[in-house]
């Protein structure tokens, strides 16, 4: 049946959900516990206080909810919006597409900003809407950090940088689900109030977890925002944080410990190890694809994503085909991803798949593009020096 492994290890190299390391793995193959016994509210404090680093915050809440990233956007608008309310929203690809939807769905006013895909948030727009809106009536920006879509990665700091220029209260909205923990990413410098991701992408756990994090002026937000929400009430997940049981209802115990072991990962690397590490492979991906001869979908450099890259194909091939070629005779699940050998595995089975689908590729060209980058720019393991 197609749901059946192929021979060895799947090599998943879609944008998530990615590979989860082994120690999360095992870290997850346990009991269920009673979650009102005292492990698991010690365990739910410490998390949460350790997840506040892959935000890069301080004094952010966070919430860890048995959820995805798509349950992340709605806690993230419900608690702190009101219907009616004016967002001024960028639809730049299909995950920014879909949160737009999201928004008009829940009864939101929608001020879409389209920009072509392959291309950024128009930051220009957003500074003549601030600079028309004396009189406050944008509520909030959402925006989408990463757009998987497209591997277009927007520029939060310029944001911030408007909205302080015109003294504008409006709330951001991010949406981080493929840049945080893999991408420079700054909830309190860059005055994000809040900022959500998903488990299944850079944290490498399995899909089920959406994390919030909420600065303290969307917290304010939520007590006056009308919007109706039971199952992502902020108020309930506070009242429990209160009492110290933590959870309004039953967390997922596996996915705790996954987690655990996942930010234990984090530390062990370096949060800005593993983004410069991103970097690294991002660039590496950039070089092969230009080997190749083909295009990257980023239209610009300052847009460009270390997390995804997305390419253009020639109009006379299928991508589809391309992607249905490589797991049927390559076991390879196409995207891009984690660490240095996985990624030259990846391209040089992209090479096999592009020449099998018609593309002139020359074998190993990609392949000797990124490994000659990637031998001259890692650094040593720090734990091997
Ligand atoms: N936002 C972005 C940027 C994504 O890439 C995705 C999923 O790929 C989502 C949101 C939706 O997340 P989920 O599929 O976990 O609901």
Redesign the pocket.
């Known amino acids: 049946a197609d749901y059946v492994y192929g021979p060895g290890r799947t090599h998943l190299f879609v944008?998530?959900p990615v590979n989860i390391p082994d120690p999360v793995i095992r870290a997850m193959n346990r009991q269920n516990e009673d979650y009102r016994s005292p492990a698991v509210p010690a365990l739910t404090k410490i998390l949460l206080e350790d997840v506040k680093k892959i935000f890069k915050t301080t004094s952010g809440t966070p919430f860890i909810i048995p959820?995805?990233?798509?349950?992340?956007?709605e806690s993230t608008l419900t608690n702190t919006l009101s219907p009616g309310d004016r967002i001024v929203s960028f639809l730049i690809g299909q995950?920014?597409l879909?949160?737009i939807d999201q928004q008009q769905r829940l009864g939101f006013n929608v001020d879409v900003v389209e920009s072509e895909w392959g291309r950024g948030a128009d930051l220009d727009v957003l500074e003549a809407k601030l600079r028309q809106d004396t009189a406050h009536t944008i509520k909030a920006i959402a925006i989408?950090?990463?757009?998987?879509?497209t591997g277009v990665t927007n520029n939060l700091a310029t944001v911030r940088k408007l909205l302080d220029a015109y003294r504008h209260p409006a709330l951001v909205l991010v949406?981080?689900?493929?840049?945080i923990c893999a991408l420079d990413f700054r909830m309190d410098e860059w005055g994000v109030d809040v900022a959500l991701t998903?488990s299944?992408?850079a944290l490498s756990m399995p899909?089920g977890l959406?994390i919030v994090c909420a600065s303290p002026k969307a917290l304010e937000a939520s007590k006056t925002a009308k919007s109706l929400r039971v199952f992502f009430d902020w108020k309930d997940y506070l009242k429990f944080y209160e009492m110290g049981t933590y959870w309004p209802y039953t967390p997922s115990i596996q996915l705790l410990y996954g987690l655990r072991a996942a930010l234990d990962l984090l530390e062990e690397e370096g949060l800005d190890n593993v983004i410069n590490r991103h970097t690294r492979l991002g660039t590496a991906t950039r070089l092969a694809v230009e080997a190749w001869g083909l295009k990257n979908c980023t239209q610009k450099e300052e847009w460009f994503s270390n997390t995804v890259t997305a390419v253009v194909v020639p109009s006379y091939i299928d991508s589809g085909e391309i992607v249905k070629h490589a797991w049927k005779r390559y076991n390879l699940s196409l995207g891009l991803g984690l660490n240095k050998l996985q990624l030259l595995g990846c391209l040089s089975g992209v090479e096999m798949v592009l020449k099998d689908v018609g593309y002139p590729v020359k074998l190993g060209s990609g392949v000797a593009a990124a490994a000659a980058y990637l031998s001259n720019s890692t650094p040593l393991i720090p734990s091997r020096i």
């Open positions: 944008p998530g959820t995805t990233g798509t349950g992340a956007w995950f920014s879909l949160w989408v950090h990463n757009e998987t879509a949406d981080g689900v493929s840049s998903g299944q992408k899909t959406g």
